[in-house]
């Protein structure tokens, strides 16, 4: 297994639409292996989206403090209730913006052995659910930020959302 490196905001890749997994090969499983790796390397995660270590394939991990998760091809099915929370993204580490999601969310995906499986999730797990598909499809937290600015987790510095998603844009 390896520690990837993790894609920053401004590359241009994060904003393509990844690519269906067929089947589940040797190679994905160790894209697999090898992202959960950087998951737990790095700080402040709870997910990560294959766009984000530069691999357009619909494969995400995810910990949002029960073990791991691993999604491939992964579709929401259903959506209810709402929440509004502080998210952040290892693509943009060090700040934050407050997006709405959905409180709940079902998906179906497909698991390591290829089978097709679904997953329900409510609060925090929705939340990472719903901002790791975004990832698949180009859409970055930014894009969901309410207000005009993103802050900085240490000092709570605001910055302009505006100049964030222009650089997130740039390139494309």
């Given at each position: 297994?390896?520690?990837?490196?993790?894609?920053?905001?401004?590359?241009?890749?994060?904003?393509?639409?990844?690519?269906?997994?067929?089947?589940v090969t040797p190679k994905i499983?160790?894209?697999?292996?090898?992202?959960?790796?950087?998951?737990?390397?790095?700080e402040g995660r709870a997910g990560?989206?294959?766009?984000?270590?530069?691999?357009?394939?619909?494969?995400?991990?995810?910990?949002?403090?029960?073990?791991?998760?691993?999604?491939?091809?992964?579709?929401?099915?259903?959506?209810?209730?709402?929440?509004?929370?502080?998210?952040?993204?290892?693509?943009?580490?060090?700040?934050?913006?407050?997006?709405?999601?959905?409180?709940?969310?079902?998906?179906?995906?497909?698991?390591?052995?290829?089978?097709?499986?679904?997953?329900?999730?409510?609060?925090?797990?929705?939340?990472?659910?719903?901002?790791?598909?975004?990832?698949?499809?180009?859409?970055?937290?930014?894009?969901?930020?309410?207000?005009?600015?993103?802050?900085?987790?240490?000092?709570?510095?605001?910055?302009?959302?505006?100049?964030?998603?222009?650089?997130?844009?740039?390139?494309?």
């Amino acid at each position: 297994m390896s520690v990837l490196p993790i894609v920053p905001f401004g590359e241009s890749i994060l904003r393509k639409k990844a690519k269906p997994v067929e089947t589940v090969t040797p190679k994905i499983a160790k894209l697999l292996d090898d992202m959960a790796e950087t998951l737990y390397a790095a700080e402040g995660r709870a997910g990560l989206a294959s766009p984000q270590v530069g691999i357009l394939r619909r494969v995400i991990v995810m910990d949002c403090g029960d073990g791991l998760i691993e999604l491939i091809n992964p579709e929401i099915i259903e959506t209810s209730g709402e929440q509004e929370g502080a998210e952040a993204c290892l693509s943009y580490p060090g700040y934050h913006g407050f997006v709405k999601r959905a409180n709940y969310v079902k998906i179906t995906t497909m698991n390591r052995q290829g089978e097709t499986i679904e997953l329900e999730g409510e609060g925090f797990l929705a939340r990472c659910i719903q901002h790791e598909i975004d990832h698949l499809d180009g859409v970055l937290f930014v894009d969901h930020a309410q207000g005009p600015w993103l802050f900085a987790d240490q000092t709570q510095d605001k910055i302009p959302l505006l100049d964030v998603i222009k650089l997130t844009n740039q390139g494309l």
